[in-house]
């Protein structure tokens, strides 16, 4: 079982950021995926969800409208999609499974 981030990296605030996050070795379709961040000193925060089997998403009130989820099955897996980034998105993004099954993480530094 294994959940895999890409894509974070540095840039400038009012860019974009699609980071990826490749799931496999699950058995059953699982219940939903989210991307979690924690910034420095900060606790962590769920950013976005979507739930597998109906596509039904969700958004953190502080990125609404500045970011999109959504999965391509055939990959096994899920997107997300940042723009107008600020310097407060800065963090260290996760992919999470049914809350159990965490990814290593991947950076976004935006300054």
């Known amino acids: 079982v294994q959940l895999v981030e890409s894509g974070g990296g540095s840039v400038q605030a009012g860019g974009s950021v699609r980071l990826s996050c490749v799931t496999s070795?699950?058995?059953?379709?699982?219940?939903?995926v989210a991307w979690i961040r924690q910034a420095p000193g900060k606790g962590r925060e769920g950013v976005a969800s979507?739930?597998?089997?109906?596509?039904?998403?969700y958004y953190a009130d502080s990125v609404k409208g500045r970011v999109a989820i959504w999965q391509d099955n055939a990959k096994n897996t899920v997107y997300l999609q940042m723009n107008s980034l600020k310097p407060e998105d800065t963090a260290v993004f996760f992919c999470?499974?049914?809350?159990?099954?965490w990814g290593q993480g991947t950076q976004v530094t935006v300054s």
């Open positions: 999470v499974r049914d809350a159990g099954y």
């Open positions: 979507i739930y597998t089997g109906t596509d039904r998403t």
């Open positions: 070795g699950f058995t059953e379709s699982g219940n939903y």
